[in-house]
């Protein structure tokens, strides 16, 4: 089933279409930026995909869905589908993301104009896949503990799917 919120967007098993459903983002932004009609872009090189847990919730998405502000889901879907989509884990090293370790790194968006501050933990794996883990709004709560914290998590989401892919 489609998420309202995200419609427009595709997951599945086919990377990079135009919409978010059962795991995965595509590409396609309408002319506003909002979903519908595309404009041309080329093809990215990451298929993004949603950390599912054992209970089938997807946290990114549902945080998404339901935590942030309209404006705030447009900014990072974009983001996603224009940076993290095209540069993977290569967006470590730059103003967009970090590597934190064991097969962690963290993609930023930030654009202090729009007060806007989230983060988002993920993990490459396979052929080109970026598994979004965890993620928060750093402008809620700045602090080292609260980073500290969402990364652990996120290490902990990563360690379940490890458990899970390898049997």
């Known amino acids: 089933m489609q998420s309202p ?3 427009g967007f ?23 930026g909002l979903p ?20 089938g919730r997807k ?3 549902r945080w998404i869905e339901k935590e942030l502000k309209p404006t705030q889901r447009r900014a990072l879907v974009a983001a996603m589908q224009e940076i993290l989509a095209f540069e993977g ?19 930023r968006v930030r654009n202090p104009a729009a007060h806007l501050l ?3 933990f993920c993990h490459a794996y396979g052929d080109k896949v970026v598994l979004l883990l965890a993620g928060y709004d750093k402008r809620r709560d ?3 503990k609260r980073q500290a914290q969402e990364i652990e998590r996120a290490r902990k989401c990563l360690a379940g799917f490890r458990k899970r892919r390898i049997g």
Not at 40 to 52: G, K, L, N, V, W
Not at 90 to 102: A, I, N, S
């Open 5 to 7: 919120v995200l419609a």
């Open 10 to 32: 595709t997951t599945g098993a086919i990377p990079c279409v135009d919409s978010v459903e059962a795991g995965r983002i595509g590409l396609g932004l309408a002319a506003d």
């Open 36 to 55: 519908g009609d595309t404009v041309p872009a080329s093809r990215p090189s990451f298929t993004i995909e949603f950390y599912e847990d054992a209970q």
């Open 59 to 61: 946290p990114v998405l």
């Open 89 to 107: 884990v290569g967006v470590c090293g730059t103003e967009f993301g970090r590597q934190l370790g064991h097969g962690l790194f963290e993609f």
């Open 118 to 120: 989230l983060r988002v």
């Open 142 to 144: 700045p602090s080292r």
